[in-house]
């Protein structure tokens, strides 16, 4: 289940939300709503930007029926931003199955497998106390920002609402994303190490933010300092430090 972005105060005097988007439509409480995997409108389409991380976001969340019947839409905005060839395998995977193994695939690569955990805070503070705090600070960014969201269960930091935040709001949503730089390559290298189709979605996102990509862990490790730092809570403190932190290749 994706989220759904409530904009707030975006219009201008006398000027709807709809009027200017026609992405958006109002729920039954008059708030204007943008709603998950709504496609990508008109208005957003000279921002390449946005969208990019709409597309992303759209297609690296779980399969739905809903994403299918926009693949073509998806297709026809990439066009003009540069980023539709490393899009192309992922669309070309999302056409190729029944929509039942597109489920099975991603439960298995992204929510079973820790290899290509889309949860931006594991890659950079692992299942330790300090984690809160960050899903707490991202929550913030997006209270900031005036978009509500309703996560349905999700954690703020689970990439595709990420992405989708971007997409509405592309200043914090960049900063967002280069702040958790480090697990936006591991999480690319991840995918493109085990061939996963959605390698070159994580390409084109890293390709938004500043700098060439780091090519190794040990780059990105070099780059960005120690990631994946796992807290062994409850265990004996007298143990060495050093179990402290493990190398995510460990992780499966």
Same mark, same amino acid.
């Given at each position: 289940?994706?989220p /759904?972005w409530?904009s707030?105060?975006?219009s201008?005097?006398?000027e ?10 109002? &729920? ?5 709503v ?36 926009r ?13 539709l ?8 995977? +999302?056409?190729?199955a029944?929509l039942?193994? +597109?489920? !099975? ?5 992204f &929510?079973? !497998? ?5 949860h931006l !805070?594991?890659?950079?503070d ?8 960050v899903?707490?600070s991202?929550k ?6 005036? +978009?509500l ?10 990439l595709?609402?990420?992405l ?5 709001d592309p200043e914090?949503?960049? %900063?967002?994303?280069?702040r ?12 493109l190490a ?9 390409? %084109?996102v ?10 190794? /862990?040990?780059?990105?490790?070099? /780059?960005?300092?120690?990631?994946q ?5 409850g265990?004996?403190?007298s ?7 493990v190398?995510?290749r460990?992780?499966?």
């Open positions: 289940m994706s /759904r409530w707030l105060g975006r201008k005097p006398g709807s939300p709809e009027s200017r988007d026609p992405g958006l439509r109002r &729920d039954d409480e008059g708030a204007s943008i709603a998950a995997k709504a496609g990508i409108s008109a208005a957003t389409l000279g921002a390449d930007p946005a969208v990019i991380c709409q597309a992303a976001a759209m297609l690296l969340a779980y399969p739905e029926p809903e994403l299918l019947e693949i073509d839409l998806v297709q026809a905005a990439l066009t003009d931003t540069g980023a060839k490393q899009f192309r395998p992922v669309l070309a995977h +999302l056409r190729g029944p039942g193994e +597109l489920q !099975s695939y991603h439960v298995q690569e &929510d079973l !497998s820790r290899r290509h955990a889309l !805070s594991y890659w950079t692992g299942d330790t106390r300090r984690r809160g705090e899903l707490a991202i913030a960014v997006y209270r900031e920002s005036g +978009l969201v309703d996560t349905a269960g999700e954690l703020p930091d689970h595709p609402m990420v989708e935040f971007t997409a509405a914090r949503g960049l %900063a967002l994303l280069n958790f730089r480090a697990s936006l390559e591991l999480i690319r290298l991840g995918l085990d061939d996963l189709p959605h390698a070159g979605v994580l390409v %084109a890293c390709d938004l933010l500043p700098g060439a990509s780091p090519q190794t /862990r040990a780059e990105v490790q070099a /780059r960005f300092g120690q990631v730092p796992i807290e062994l809570v265990l004996d403190p143990l060495p430090s050093g179990l402290a932190l190398d995510a460990s992780l499966r």
